[in-house]
């Protein structure tokens, strides 16, 4: 059975940030019915326009995931509309190109009262923004990983391939740990024979071995990122060999260069795993050369620094 995700949804109206009020029985705070999305607006070189990086894949992938969740969602034409009206009334705080940018959250969630286990009767569709820097404290220097064998983000036929807010929660812990312990981030095996890579808490892995780029192939239990998929073209258009296939621990272990994806942390490079205690560091405290080819051309291409020949940003001015 597909639930139904065609929900009406009113014409929205901006408001100044603030607190919004919500039943205690909403079904986002009692069955964890939340979906979320991330997306980034540039600045560009002159200063004149602002660029969206293909918000209408976020779009999509919060219809997809309302699908899983039971809940409606709004259009494409929507969600784009509302992403670009809200950015345009903060676009004093979109920063200069270069300084950062603005950091867009559509949140989507059942705000009808609920009592016994249902979808929610109400949703309600906002998005807020924020200006960002860097998302790992290294900046766009190497990041330190370490390999989670206990905990696990997902399981086969959960939500894991969904941008629920449940996810997160499952993550943590694991995190906190990591981070106490000064790893930038913990990378998730798959829970049956944890042994396969899945993704790291807000991002998508990659390696590198003889110049052939593979990454976890999209099979319910890791999220399907945009910037994954953006830089599995970008590196296809640029002559690498991509493959998209289960990656084993031992082969990250063994990799030339490693690298993550996400719209937070863009393109990030790893300088170090730790597995079960074993630490496997790559290169020399810089960007690897294949992960650097990519944030070049990816970054360009976001901030309009190049040709848009993929048509991948939407331009606001
Ligand atoms: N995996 C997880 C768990 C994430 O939270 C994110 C961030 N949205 C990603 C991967 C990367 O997705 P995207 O490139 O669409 O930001």
């Known amino acids: 059975m597909k639930c139904n995700i065609d929900g009406e949804f009113s014409n929205g109206e901006l408001q100044r940030f603030g607190n919004i009020e919500v039943s205690p ?33 976020n779009a999509i992938r919060m219809r997809n995931g309302a699908e899983r969740m039971c809940m409606p969602a709004p259009t494409i034409e929507q969600f784009v509309e509302a992403v670009k009206k809200t950015v345009l009334a903060n676009k004093r705080w979109v920063p200069p190109s270069g300084k950062g940018s603005l950091y867009v959250r559509p949140l989507l969630m059942g705000t009808g009262a609920v009592l016994g286990l249902a979808p929610a009767p109400e949703y309600t569709f906002l998005i807020y923004v924020s200006p960002v820097g860097n998302y790992f404290k290294e900046g766009v220097a190497p990041i330190n990983l370490i390999v989670e064998s206990e905990f696990h983000r997902a399981t086969p036929g959960g939500t ?6 449940g996810n997160y929660a499952a993550v943590l812990k694991a995190q906190s740990i990591a981070k106490a312990k000064g790893y930038s981030d913990v990378l998730y095996l798959d829970c049956v024979y944890n042994r396969f890579l899945e ?13 052939v780029i593979s990454t976890p192939e999209i099979k319910g239990t890791i999220l399907p990122g945009i910037t994954r998929k953006s830089i599995i073209d970008v590196a296809r258009t640029q002559g690498f060999q991509v493959e998209e296939r289960n990656v084993t621990v031992d082969e990250l272990l063994e990799a030339d260069e490693v690298f993550c994806t996400g719209t937070a942390v863009v393109v990030s490079p790893v300088g170090s795993i730790t597995y079960k205690g074993k ?17 070049t051309v990816l970054t360009s291409l976001q901030m309009g620094l190049s040709e848009d020949n993929m048509k991948w940003t939407v331009n606001l001015s």
């Open 25 to 57: 029985s909403a079904g986002v705070l009692n069955y964890g019915q939340g979906l979320f999305e991330g997306l980034k607006a540039y600045r560009k070189k002159d200063g004149s326009n602002i660029l969206l990086f293909r918000p209408e894949e």
């Open 160 to 165: 894991g391939g969904v941008k629920t807010i």
């Open 199 to 211: 993704e790291v808490s807000s991002c998508n892995i990659f390696i590198v071995k003889d110049n």
């Open 279 to 295: 630490r496997v560091s790559y290169g020399e405290g810089t960007f690897g050369t294949v992960s650097k080819q990519l944030y």
